[in-house]
């Protein structure tokens, strides 16, 4: 199992998206689960939405 923590960076903009296949790629498998850790002060409203859309269609992981 691998674990990578980032932080930064605006998801819905694409800006992480280089950083985020490569992340997916690190996992070496077809469907890798990718979960997302809201911050204990709160992240935007939707984000959670947008971490779906980006790494569960986009990318093709199983998101949580």
Not at 8 to 21: A, F, S, V
Not at 44 to 51: L, M
Not at 52 to 64: K, M, N, V
């Amino acid at each position: 199992m691998q674990i990578v923590a980032i932080g930064g960076g605006e998801i819905k903009d694409k800006e992480t998206l280089p950083l985020d296949k490569f992340i997916v790629a690190l996992a070496g498998k077809r469907s890798a689960k990718a979960l997302f850790v809201p911050t204990a002060s709160g992240d935007a409203e939707g984000y959670c939405d947008t971490f779906d859309r980006i790494y569960g269609a986009e990318l093709g992981c199983r998101t949580d």
